[in-house]
């Protein structure tokens, strides 16, 4: 995702399922980047990630919605965080 070159205008709509909650920690920067390169003011990003709130053993990284609202809330408005919950059979 830190690779994409840059579009030729930006998207209006960016759907994230597994990216940020995986690289946030470890490449918070060049997050923060990609995502002003693909985003302009209006874009609606709409991002799935691990939830701290939920009880498992494993499964993917999760955060708090104060986390999220932290590291997003200079790139967007947040409109509305909801709880979700990952179905893993295991």
Known sequence: M???PPPDEPF???FDRACFHCIRR???TELQATLRNVSATGTR???LTGNAN???D???PSLTEDELRSELD???DIE???EFHFEDPG
């Open 2 to 4: 830190t690779q994409l």
């Open 12 to 14: 209006p709509f960016v």
């Open 26 to 28: 470890d490449i918070p």
């Open 45 to 47: 990003y709409l991002v």
């Open 54 to 56: 939920e009880q498992r």
């Open 58 to 60: 494993h499964g993917p």
């Open 74 to 76: 200079e790139l967007f």
């Open 80 to 82: 509305f965080v909801r």
